[in-house]
């Protein structure tokens, strides 16, 4: 199995800037796509940024020229430097990893989630 652990959130101001991680372990073989995603009540959770494990980037036109995702290979993990928030950015950010396992399976895993709360 592959664990995924997000850090970082918490409570700031708007206009103020946040750094998310996410850390995979487990029986990691490698790892393709990585991606943030948030969710707020009431609504669907919905894709923030990605990045492959070559480097490109897409983005959430809600938070392009704010946001930058980031990744450290070596490390297994996922960034997301969150930069000129808004009060709309409040949300559970989650961690999405999907690559193969030891086992050469397939795995697409999930975090439990960090909150992230912008006040205003």
């Known amino acids: 199995q592959v664990h995924l652990v997000e850090s970082g959130g918490g409570l700031v101001q708007a206009g103020g800037s946040l750094r998310l991680s996410c850390v995979a372990s487990g029986r990691v073989l490698s790892i393709n796509a990585m991606s943030w995603y948030r969710q707020t009540p009431g609504k669907l959770r919905e894709l923030v940024a990605e990045?492959?494990?070559?480097?490109?980037?897409n983005y959430a036109d809600s938070v392009k020229g704010r946001f930058t995702i980031s990744r450290d290979n070596a490390k297994n993990t996922v960034y997301l430097e969150m930069n000129s928030l808004k009060p709309e950015d409040t949300g559970v950010y989650y961690c999405?990893?999907?690559?193969?396992?030891?086992?050469?399976?397939?795995?697409?895993?999930w975090g439990l989630g960090t909150q992230v709360t912008v006040s205003s």
């Open positions: 990045i492959t494990s070559g480097g490109s980037t």
């Open positions: 999405k990893a999907a690559g193969f396992g030891r086992d050469y399976r397939l795995y697409d895993s």
